[in-house]
């Protein structure tokens, strides 16, 4: 389900100064987040400058202040709400388009091992980077927390909607985002995106027990 992929995922999305199909740029504060969220994945929160950001986003000067008064900051926690619309949105359309729930968990792992494997392994997750950044910057705690939140809603509506209790759903839907941050860290590290598809698959086996 390679759709799934947040489309600023793909290494070239922020830089082309028309998309894939020859539409317009996007703005430039889209193209600020979409820089952010990829420079965050590849450097991490701290190693990442405004600086790199806007070279990324091919935005003038002044411009990440105009869009985003707090900064770095506020911009990070705009990457997140972005992030958190983009996989909500597809975890949504797997749902409406009638995935069953470990379906859903099993198409979601393909897409990210699909992902590390197009990026080198070169960017994990942005939430894990945020999360590292809690720190020195706690104001980012509200953002990031909120975006796991949205994602967890979404995996508990898909795993309702084969017929898991709510209360079962909530605690899947959480240990399916725990794995799989992990299990992306841990394929990353290894090079070997292999490893996130067998740990998903243990949920996807779970999950499906309790489908049934």
Sequence with gaps: MPGW?????LPSIVTDSVSSAGLPRPGTRLRLIRAAVRLFQERGYHGTGTADILLAARAPRGSLYHHFKGGKVELACAA??????????????????????????????RASAAWLEATRYRQGTLLAALTAGLGAEP?????????????????TMTFTASGIPANTAAVLAQTTMVELEGALLLARAHRDSQLLIERMSRIGRQISGACA
Aim: proline letters at 4%; zero cysteines.
């Design 139 to 155: 104001s980012l705690a509200p953002a990031v927390a909120a975006a796991f939140r949205r994602i967890e809603k979404a995996f």
């Design 5 to 9: 992929i947040p489309r600023s995922m």
């Design 80 to 109: 997140a709400e972005w992030l958190a619309d983009e996989v909500t949105l597809q975890i949504e359309h797997l749902r409406t388009t009638g995935v069953r729930a470990s379906g859903a968990v099993e198409s979601v792992a």
